[in-house]
DNA sequence: TGGCCGTTTTAATCTGCATTAAAATACGGA
DNA sequence: TCCGTATTTTAATGCAGATTAAAACGGCCA
């Protein structure tokens, strides 16, 4: 999914697109959206910020990509966290876990989905859209957990809102390479699992 | 703790300042602190922008003021929990139910410390501390928690990031009245609880 | 070498918004 | 009613940053 940009499509220009989204969901986790400069994405890759305009129509396009980045790489975790099966407590484990490791892992950092409103109208229906979605599929496993006896019998949509924060949270404190990341890909999810068991 | 400024001091002022950082609050949680002009902070109050400036010396002050607020909020969450006494456990309940309830209580939206990097670094030196207080007061509980049985021995770092994101995030999400302000206080600590115990 | 294409920069332009100063309004008390 | 203080507005000013257009650079192939 995805280029729909008149630009050339050269190998190297869709691997630079990525390095510029990664840079730009970094300073956007840290400064907001708004407080990001174009200036302060470029450099990080070592441009100018016109420079950024080859690569992408404009400032509120980066954003939009940013957040589409950040909901399919959650998805991508939940699908996969289905695909392979288990009970409703193993699928919640599991989509956990894939999600923590995709936060700390090689993909850099992801955008948090926190300024929204800031979003043009139709590209803020469809995050929103996105998100939606995603957190009716994650308490859909929830109810299945019930169903099936593995998970506690509680407010799916209170603890998918809490479990989601945990988790939207990350980049906020996480800052590490690789070998934290490997720690709290291990521990952190333990806590989140544990109010779960009946 | 409080009013430094010069300006005068009648009653009515303090409490027209404290709707200002409310308003501030809520404009800042939507669409970050840049993202929120002045002038949409004082549309809130029936204001002009520049009125603003009678009550607060910019917009620098406006987001520090909030975050400390936000900072003093959970810190009487946190203490009034450990005075109320208990076993580490009960002590934990108590202030995240604390802390909840006051995010979706009459304070008003609390402002969600996001954007940190934007403020002066005087005033982000002030909260990193205030912040890092705060994280390692809750660790403690943790810990005691641990030390009297009450609580699962876990990873407090990790348990601690995971209670504050959720806690955090709940503006992201909550936008309710009364009504339903009761019922996510009564069902949204449960879950958080419960990956706690032994 | 010369020219084309992909990439980046330089040098404007334009707009939104914080900030300020001065003027206007509201209102309680003498 | 008139004055003074508290509050708010109107009307600049100035800058930061998004966006654009045109020019420059770099390498690859003929």
């Known amino acids: 999914m995805v280029t729909d940009s008149t630009k050339p499509s050269t190998p190297a220009f869709g691997d630079k697109r990525e390095l510029l989204l990664r840079a730009a969901a970094r300073c956007f ?4 959206y708004s407080g990001t400069s174009l200036k302060d994405v470029s450099a990080h890759l070592g441009l100018t910020d016109a420079a950024i305009y080859y690569y992408i ?3 509120q396009q980066l954003v939009y990509e940013c957040y589409k980045r950040a909901a399919a790489i959650g998805k991508l975790a939940l699908d996969d966290a289905i695909e392979a099966g288990g009970t409703g407590l ?6 956990v876990q894939r999600h923590v490791a995709a936060h700390c892992g090689e993909a850099g950092p992801i955008a948090i989905m926190s300024e929204i409103p800031s979003l043009r109208p139709d590209d803020r229906e469809h995050i929103l859209q996105l998100s939606r979605e995603h ?3 994650f308490e859909k496993i929830l109810d299945q957990g019930i169903g099936d006896g593995s998970i506690h019998d509680c407010d799916v949509r209170m603890t998918g809102n809490a479990i989601m924060g945990a988790i939207n949270w ?3 404190w996480f800052h590490g390479d690789g070998e934290t990341a490997a720690r709290v890909v291990r521990t952190f999810p333990q806590y989140l699992m544990r109010g779960l068991i009946p």
């Open 29 to 32: 986790n840290e400064k907001g």
């Open 170 to 172: 990350i980049p906020k």
């Open 90 to 95: 193993e699928v919640a484990t599991s989509y």
């Open 135 to 137: 957190s009716a599929k």
């Open 57 to 59: 129509d404009g400032k």
